[in-house]
């Protein structure tokens, strides 16, 4: 089986042309509990048109001629090089580089075979308006994931709106063209809107954020992590930590299996259930307050004698396509010795299918719950605590005649945003003159002609059910929807 799809890592900095910054960067790595994949680094320190070199790291830099110098590089680790393809990209010029990745097993899932990174480093252009590097090679409209980072030498309020976020006006026309272009192609910004990214030597000059990060829409829902866990380097501008990797999805809420309901408790209680009778002056509010009320009593009939169906595999974080492929194994195998109980051959293969799916699974399991532990941080730590343990109780403060969530939310609500005063009485509703009564036979022709494989509502009951319902309580539907069905009313469709 294949491991899973490891947390892609990478550290952007802005050396400033310091050999002592780029080495006490590249030290600061023995403190994390896996090193970068790939080192993105601004204006790096050059010596005789060279690059500083090191030890299972691969060096990518943009050519350059006329005695300049490159001013930003790739620093690719030997271990993640040997697995990908890479493909530098040019564009002719010394302040920006792309690197196209490329693997036949996917980076954060398997349909994710090609990734790009552009690094740039801008400084300012002809004007104190422009800067050296324009928006559009900064975010390019590609078919691939993109990950735009680097120094672009503007500021913004979008990625910097707290108390120092006081721009000028020539600030905001040099980096709207940048924000107005991501924004057009859907680029999401990655930095935490106020966290600097540069404090000035200087007490004069101000903090700022200089390093940014932006994920094109085929990227962003992968994105996991923006941190600085790196100590200082002696730069002005802090090492910058992203983390891109398979999302954890959530699993779905739990929906009641009706396939297991105990339809012979369901159909007694049914039939023993009465609907109150309706309000003599009904009103808007009044009819909906009873339609809900009794609408609640049958419903929460379904939930006590219907079980919840176990989230499905396709939840899990650990599922994998192989375990698809041992599922499918697995079933052709049974079903074929199921066809013939006799052959040894058959049931051999079946047991032999099975043994290897489940232990798949447990292996699975195992190497993800590894792997999450291996990458927990001091934030998910007491995630890792709370997951063997199970969730506790949830618990709520308790206020007067506030029991429930639903109650204390209303309470708080009622408490700091009282409702104004009603500006006039509801309106008692008149039935139609020319609306026939609702019959019990039009309920069930209209069950009937309802499809039973159709998605349920908000309230996660399906036709079959309802068409359940009106087979054993005939009058039951006909009781909550008579009241409202020949006046202008929407609780007639809230079923």
Not at 97 to 121: C, E, Q, R, V, W
Not at 159 to 186: C, M, Q
Request: overall charge positive; charged content about 15%.
């Amino acid at each position: 089986m294949p491991p899973p799809p490891k947390p892609f890592m990478l550290v952007q900095h802005n050396c400033l042309g310091s050999w002592d910054v780029c080495l006490s960067l590249f030290r600061s790595f023995t403190q994390l509990a896996h090193p970068p994949s790939i080192v993105a680094l601004q204006d790096p320190p050059v010596y005789r048109g060279k690059l500083p070199s090191f030890n299972l790291l691969t060096v990518f830099s943009p050519p350059t001629s006329g005695g300049c110098k490159p001013r930003l590089a790739f620093y690719v680790y030997s271990s993640f090089l040997s697995t990908i393809s890479l493909l530098p990209g040019c564009f002719r010029r010394g302040d920006v580089m792309a690197l196209d990745l490329f693997t036949p097993d996917g980076f954060f899932n398997p349909s994710t075979t090609g990734f790009t990174i552009i690094n740039s480093y801008s400084t300012k252009g002809r004007s104190n308006n422009t800067r050296s590097v324009p928006p559009d090679i900064v975010f390019p409209s590609g078919p691939l994931p993109t990950l735009t980072l680097g120094d672009l030498d503007i500021h913004h309020p979008t990625a910097d709106p707290g108390p120092f976020g006081v721009f000028k006006e020539d600030e905001i026309a040099t980096s709207s063209p940048y924000f107005d272009r991501a924004t057009d192609l859907g680029f999401s910004l990655l930095n935490t809107p106020g966290v600097f990214t540069r404090f000035s030597m200087s007490l004069i000059g101000r903090p700022g954020v200089l390093g940014l990060a932006f994920a094109c829409p085929l990227l962003s829902p992968y994105f996991s992590e923006r941190s600085d866990p790196l100590p200082s380097t002696g730069s002005d501008h802090i090492p910058i930590l992203l983390r891109v990797e398979a999302p954890l999805f959530r699993a779905p809420p739990p929906s009641p299996n009706w396939a297991l309901s105990d339809w012979v408790t369901l159909d007694s209680s049914l039939k023993g259930t009465t609907i109150s009778p309706p309000p003599v002056l009904p009103t808007t509010p009044s009819l909906d307050i009873w339609f809900s009320t009794n609408l609640g009593r049958v419903t929460s009939q379904f939930a006590l004698d219907t079980p919840l169906k176990r989230v499905t595999y396709r939840s899990k974080p650990w599922w994998s396509e192989l375990l698809s492929t041992l599922r499918k194994g697995y079933n052709s195998a049974l079903r074929s010795s199921k066809h013939d109980r006799f052959d040894a051959a058959l049931l051999a293969s079946a047991r032999a299918a099975r043994s290897a799916y489940f232990k798949a699974i447990k292996k699975a399991k195992r190497d993800h719950w590894s792997s999450f532990l291996a990458s927990a941080t001091p934030q998910t730590v007491w995630t890792a605590k709370r997951l063997p343990v199970g969730r506790l109780p949830p618990h709520f403060p308790e206020l007067p005649r506030a029991s429930t969530p639903p109650e204390l939310n209303k309470a708080l609500l009622d408490y700091f945003f009282p409702g104004e005063p009603a500006k006039s009485i509801d309106t008692i509703l008149l039935p139609f003159r020319d609306c026939l009564p609702l019959a019990v036979d039009e309920i069930g022709r209209a069950l009937a002609r309802s499809s039973p494989s159709s998605a349920p509502g908000p309230n996660m009951i399906p036709n079959l059910v309802w068409k359940r319902v009106h087979r054993v309580a005939p009058n039951l539907i006909h009781s909550l929807l008579a009241p409202s069905a020949n006046k202008l009313d929407f609780a007639s469709t809230r079923i």
